[in-house]
């Protein structure tokens, strides 16, 4: 079935420190994948934080930016320098036209000042 | 335009009860998905829905859960009978087509 598969949390990183969060994802049923990494900051509800919708593209949001690679199936968000304020949850996910997106584990981001 | 809109914010039940919970998407939107999340599956797909069509319904939760579009603008998730292990924040999301999910602050349901 469809899936994704993203880097198990939780992950402390120091600010200004670089950052990857692994995504994979396995899309058996969908035929042209639509790719999205969602943010929960706390005490917020699930927001978008960027997508991508074509092979090779990159998307990019506050910092992070994450290029759908349809080779190696994968869909990695990365940033050159975090801050504090992005302490979060982040969701990788995989959507297609006719199907619901399913969403990886989640991974909780912490940033030590 | 108002957000998605679920209602109520926390629930608790005993086991063996009957709970429903119900989401208001945003006006316009043609697709509504309930999703239950946890801290160790994440996010699971419950139901689709496509202009009130059931699209998808989640495997697993086919024989507890049902969800229903009553009219556009208005759904419910009924769980019967509740267990504890179905303790989670429950989600409703909407979407304009294959667009952004937008998503509600959740349920979080408690099963005692």
């Known amino acids: 079935g469809d899936s994704v598969t993203q880097t198990e949390g939780p992950v402390t990183v120091s600010e200004s420190e670089s950052l990857i969060i692994n995504c994979t994802y396995s899309?058996?049923?969908?035929?042209?994948?639509?790719l999205f990494w969602y943010v929960r900051y706390p005490g917020e509800g699930l927001q978008l934080l960027l997508k991508?919708?074509?092979?090779?593209q990159k998307g990019s949001s506050r910092g992070f930016e994450a290029t759908y690679n349809k080779e190696t199936t994968s869909f990695h968000l990365q940033k050159a320098s975090v801050q504090e304020s992005d302490s979060a949850v982040y969701y990788c996910a995989l959507g297609g036209d006719n199907n619901a997106p399913r969403f990886g584990a989640g991974t909780k981001l912490s940033v030590k000042p | 335009d108002a957000g998605v809109t679920q209602t109520p914010r926390h629930e608790v039940a005993e086991k063996g009860q009957t709970i429903i919970l119900k989401c208001e998407p945003v006006s316009g939107h043609n697709d509504l998905f309930w999703y239950r999340q946890t801290k160790i599956q994440g996010l699971e797909l419950l139901s689709y829905?496509?202009?009130?069509?059931?699209?998808?319904d989640g495997g697993a939760f086919k024989d507890r859960f049902k969800a229903e579009m009553l009219n556009s603008s208005f759904s419910t998730l009924k769980i019967q009978p509740t267990e504890p292990k179905d303790s989670a924040v429950y989600l409703c999301?909407?979407?304009?087509?294959?667009?952004?999910?937008?998503f509600g602050s959740g349920t979080r349901l408690t099963v005692l």
């Open positions: 991508v919708i074509t092979a090779g």
């Open positions: 999301a909407s979407s304009l087509g294959k667009e952004t999910l937008y």
């Open positions: 829905f496509r202009s009130k069509s059931l699209m998808e």
């Open positions: 899309a058996t049923s969908i035929a042209y994948p639509n």
